[in-house]
T-cell receptor, first 113, second 113 residues
Framework: AQSVTQPDIHITVSEGASLELRCNYS??????LFWYVQSPGQGLQLLLK??????LVQGIKGFEAEFKRSQSSFNLRKPSVHWSDAAEYFC???????????FGKGTKLSVKP | DADVTQTPRNRITKTGKRIMLECSQT?????MYWYRQDPGLGLRLIYY???????NKGEISDGYSVSRQAQAKFSLSLESAIPNQTALYFC????????????FGDGTRLSIL
C-alpha cells in the first residue's frame, strides 16, 4: 500500500540549531516527493520537490532534502533554524500522470528563543 | 491576488444545512482537488477533477459532492452537513506534466454545530 510516515508529531529546537524532519514512504513505482509547510491560518506552501536527478534538492527558505532510495526516505534539513520556521511540515508522495498525492500526518515544529 | 482562492474562509453552520465551498484559480491548471485536514490526520483527498467532464472520487467522498463549473472553478458541497464534517478544507490545483506540484488555497475553516 502507498503511504507516507512522518515519525515525529512535534519537534522543538532552539533558534540557530540545525533541524532534520524525517519522512519515510512506501510507493510501488518511481516516486515524486514533496515537502510542504503550513503556517497558522495559511494554506500549504511548497518547499521543495524531487522526481529525478540529484538526490539532494534545494528548496526555498534555506531548506534542503535528500532522497535515499535504499531507505525509502526523504528527510528535510535546515542548518540553522529561525523563529519564523515554526510551522507544520508535511511530506507527500505521488507519481504517474494523475498527480494525486499521499500526505504524511505532519510534523509540528516549535522554535525556542 | 492569490492564484487559488477559496470562499468563504470561515463558516459556522448547523447540522442538516446544505453548504457550498467554492474554489477558483488563475493558474490555468486543468487539474483541481479538494482535501480536508483534521488535526493529527494530515490531508485526505475528497474529490479531484482533471477537466470539466472528468470528476473522480477520492479517499473520503461519502457525504460530499462536487461541481466543476469551468476550468477555473471547482465547488465542494455538503448536502446535509453533520458535525464530523467539521474540518479545514483545502482546494489545490496542478498543471500537466510529470512531477508537477500541487498549489493550495488558504483553506476554508468549517464548523458544524
Amino acid at each position: 500500500a502507498q503511504s507516507v510516515t512522518q515519525p515525529d508529531i512535534h519537534i522543538t529546537v532552539s533558534e540557530g540549531a540545525s533541524l532534520e524532519l524525517r519522512c519515510n514512504y512506501s510507493y510501488g513505482a518511481t516516486p515524486y516527493l514533496f515537502w510542504y509547510v503550513q503556517s497558522p491560518g495559511q494554506g500549504l506552501q511548497l518547499l521543495l520537490k524531487y522526481f529525478s536527478g540529484d538526490t539532494l534538492v534545494q528548496g526555498i527558505k534555506g531548506f534542503e532534502a535528500e532522497f535515499k532510495r535504499s531507505q525509502s526516505s526523504f528527510n528535510l534539513r535546515k542548518p540553522s533554524v529561525h523563529w519564523s520556521d515554526a510551522a507544520e511540515y508535511f511530506c507527500a508522495v505521488g507519481g504517474g500522470s494523475q498527480g494525486n498525492l499521499i500526505f504524511g500526518k505532519g510534523t509540528k515544529l516549535s522554535v525556542k528563543p | 491576488d492569490a492564484d487559488v482562492t477559496q470562499t468563504p474562509r470561515n463558516r459556522i453552520t448547523k447540522t442538516g444545512k446544505r453548504i457550498m465551498l467554492e474554489c477558483s484559480q488563475t493558474k490555468g491548471h486543468d487539474r483541481m482537488y479538494w482535501y480536508r485536514q483534521d488535526p493529527g490526520l494530515g490531508l485526505r483527498l475528497i474529490y479531484y477533477s482533471f477537466d470539466v467532464k472528468d470528476i473522480n472520487k477520492g479517499e473520503i467522498s461519502d457525504g460530499y459532492s462536487v461541481s466543476r463549473q469551468a476550468q477555473a472553478k471547482f465547488s465542494l458541497s455538503l448536502e446535509s452537513a453533520i458535525p464530523n464534517q467539521t474540518a479545514l478544507y483545502f482546494c489545490a490545483t496542478r498543471g500537466q506534466g510529470r512531477g508537477q506540484p500541487q498549489h493550495f488555497g488558504d483553506g476554508t475553516r468549517l464548523s458544524i454545530l
